[in-house]
């Protein structure tokens, strides 16, 4: 569990599968997080079970309201080379609660948790379209930065190919600055 001031970040239980039929059914919803809108109940339990893992955690309110989830996904390289421990983060916000500050606030827990909890993570990357402006606010708040704009396979009614903007953000780089300064 993970406490914020206007949120707690946990995992998803099944009692919350109505907050989670809720907006995993709204289509812009859906599209921003690039998954299969929920078209009923039984599709919102698939979504649950993508959920019930270790890497994801559901947000909620104080009064327990379900509002969205933040997950990570662990990234393979084929490159010998890469050396770098990463993760993606992906996230999914209720459309009600949009432009609140419940999902930086949600990233920023998650990176202050993936710091002391996880500490072989050196870099936390995150995919955005080119036109989800919104979310490219989140994760510039949350300090990353542009490293690539490239077309990944997406999903929207179809599969199709969208333009992505590729963030990054470096965490063990913070703190060999500050023990120089």
Not at 68 to 79: A, I, P, R, S, T
Not at 99 to 111: P, W
Not at 129 to 157: T, W
Request: charged letters at 30%; hydrophobic letters at 40%; aromatic letters at 12%.
């Amino acid at each position: 569990m993970i406490k914020g001031k206007q949120i707690l970040l946990r995992h998803v239980q099944f009692s919350d599968i109505n907050d989670l039929y809720e907006y995993s059914s709204q289509k812009d919803v859906a599209r921003s997080a690039g998954f299969i809108q929920s078209g009923n109940y039984l599709s919102a339990k698939d979504f649950y079970a993508e959920l019930d893992n270790e890497l994801a955690w559901v947000i909620a309110l104080e009064n327990g309201k379900v509002i969205g989830n933040v997950c990570l996904y662990e990234q393979e390289f084929d490159d010998a080379e890469q050396i770098e421990k990463r993760v993606a983060v992906g996230y999914a916000l209720n459309n009600k609660y949009w432009n609140k500050g419940y999902m930086s606030e949600a990233l920023r827990r998650l990176i202050e948790w993936i710091k002391k909890n996880h500490k072989s993570i050196e870099v936390i990357e995150g995919y955005v379209s080119v036109q989800n402006i919104a979310s490219q606010r989140v994760l510039e708040k949350a300090g990353f930065v542009v490293s690539a704009i490239m077309e990944i396979p997406y999903f929207d009614e179809q599969l199709m190919k969208k333009k992505v903007i590729a963030y990054e953000k470096k965490l063990r780089e913070e703190e060999i600055e500050d023990a120089t300064n």
